[in-house]
């Protein structure tokens, strides 16, 4: 964005409206891959968090963080993908953003306290 931005800035007269054109260009482009990162990490979470729920094998609050972080995500690439960045995108990054470290120490301690079951000896009758 910088480079079109420059570009734009030091070009003719003439050639002015086709710099602004291509950085506006790279700018929606912009707009467009952030909205559908959001969108397929926020899906990712919701699934995970779901599955995390649904099991129970670790504390199903966790995966209500995570699917709640993921619906923060959606939002936002909702928002981005309609109005781009904007101000109106700060509350879902905010919670977003603030959600994520929750989960993630709350995720790492329950993974810790898990017992690991024993794997059985296993003997080999054939010696070398």
Partial sequence: ????????????????PVRFAAAETVRWLEWAVRSYQSFVFGLA???????IAITGRISRPIGHLMALSGISYLAQGWIIGSSGFSS??????????GLIPVWT???LIAALRIKTA??????SDATT
């Fill in 1 to 16: 964005m910088k480079q079109a931005v420059n570009a734009w800035a030091l070009a003719d007269n003439g050639d002015k």
């Fill in 45 to 51: 979470l919701i699934f995970f968090g779901a599955v």
């Fill in 88 to 97: 109106a995108n700060q509350i879902p990054t905010l919670l977003g953003i």
């Fill in 105 to 107: 120490v709350w995720l």
């Fill in 118 to 123: 024993a794997l059985p000896e296993t003997t």
